[in-house]
C-alpha cells in the first residue's frame, strides 16, 4: 500500500493564481481531511468528507474547495490564493469502528508559498 | 484560551533520562485522545491513543485526568530517536473525526 500521497510536494504561486492539491489514498478509508500547519498554530482542519460525495467546512475553509467524486480522491482546490494561504498542506484519512481508536494516516505533505 | 495547549519546550534532555509532558483541554464534552509523533518537515504520525484508565507501549506511558482535562505522556530511558515534535490530539465528536484538535506541539531533543 502506498498510504496517503501527495502532489505537488512544494509549489509556489502568484498571489490571485489558482491550484489543485492532489490527495489519494489507497485503504479504502472513508474518511478523508486537509489540514494546514502554520508556525506556532496546531493543524488546523480546512475541509473534509465522511465518504465519496459528502464534504463539509473544518475550521478554516475560506478560499478553498473540495470535492470527492470517488473513495481514493479528495483533491483541495485553492481558489484565488493569497500569500496567508503559505502554509503545509497535509491531507489524512482514517478509519474506525469508533471514536476511541481513530488513527488518522497523513500524507508527506505540500509545502505552498504564495507571492 | 486556546482548546489544547501545551508547553512547547523545547525540552533539551539527556539521553537515558525520564521525561513528562503535560496537556491540557478546555471542553469538557471531548471523547478522545491521542499523541501524535511529528519530525522535522515530516507528517504527524499515530503514537498512541490515551484511555481513562491510562495506557503503556514501551517505554511510552499515556494518563489521562478528566475532571482536571488533562492528558500527560511519559517518556522511559529516552532514546536519541525520541527527538521530535510531540502533538496532543483532543476529539471532541461522538463519531467522526471532523473535530479533532491538534494542539502546537511539545519539541523534544534528546542530547547524547
Known amino acids: 500500500n502506498a498510504g496517503v500521497t501527495q502532489t505537488p510536494k512544494f509549489q509556489v504561486l502568484k498571489t490571485g493564481q489558482s491550484m489543485t492539491l492532489q490527495c489519494a489514498q489507497d485503504?479504502?478509508?472513508?474518511?478523508m481531511s486537509w489540514y494546514r500547519q502554520d508556525p506556532g498554530m496546531g493543524l488546523r482542519l480546512i475541509h473534509y468528507s465522511v465518504g465519496a460525495g459528502i464534504t463539509d467546512q473544518g475550521e478554516v475553509p475560506n478560499g478553498y474547495n473540495v470535492s470527492r467524486s470517488t473513495t481514493e480522491d479528495f483533491p483541495l482546490r485553492l481558489l484565488s490564493a493569497a500569500p496567508s494561504q503559505t502554509s503545509v498542506y497535509f491531507c489524512?484519512?482514517?478509519?474506525?469502528?469508533?471514536?476511541?481508536?481513530?488513527?488518522?494516516?497523513f500524507g508527506p505533505g505540500t509545502r505552498l508559498t504564495v507571492t | 484560551r486556546k482548546e489544547v495547549e501545551q508547553d512547547p519546550g523545547p525540552f533539551n534532555v539527556p539521553e537515558g533520562a525520564t521525561v513528562a509532558f503535560n496537556c491540557t483541554y478546555s471542553?469538557?464534552?471531548?471523547?478522545?485522545f491521542f499523541w501524535y509523533r511529528q519530525d522535522c518537515r515530516k507528517e504527524p504520525k499515530l503514537l498512541m491513543s490515551v484511555y481513562s484508565s491510562g495506557n503503556e507501549d514501551g517505554r511510552f506511558t499515556a494518563q489521562l485526568n478528566r475532571a482536571s482535562q488533562y492528558i500527560s505522556l511519559l517518556i522511559r530511558d529516552s532514546k536519541l530517536s525520541d527527538s521530535a515534535t510531540y502533538l496532543c490530539v483532543v476529539n471532541r465528536s461522538n463519531f467522526g473525526n471532523e473535530k479533532l484538535t491538534f494542539g502546537t506541539g511539545t519539541r523534544l531533543t534528546i542530547i547524547p
Open positions: 471542553n469538557s464534552a471531548s471523547q478522545s
Open positions: 485503504m479504502n478509508h472513508e474518511y
Open positions: 489524512a484519512s482514517s478509519y474506525s469502528p469508533d471514536v476511541y481508536s481513530y488513527e488518522q494516516y
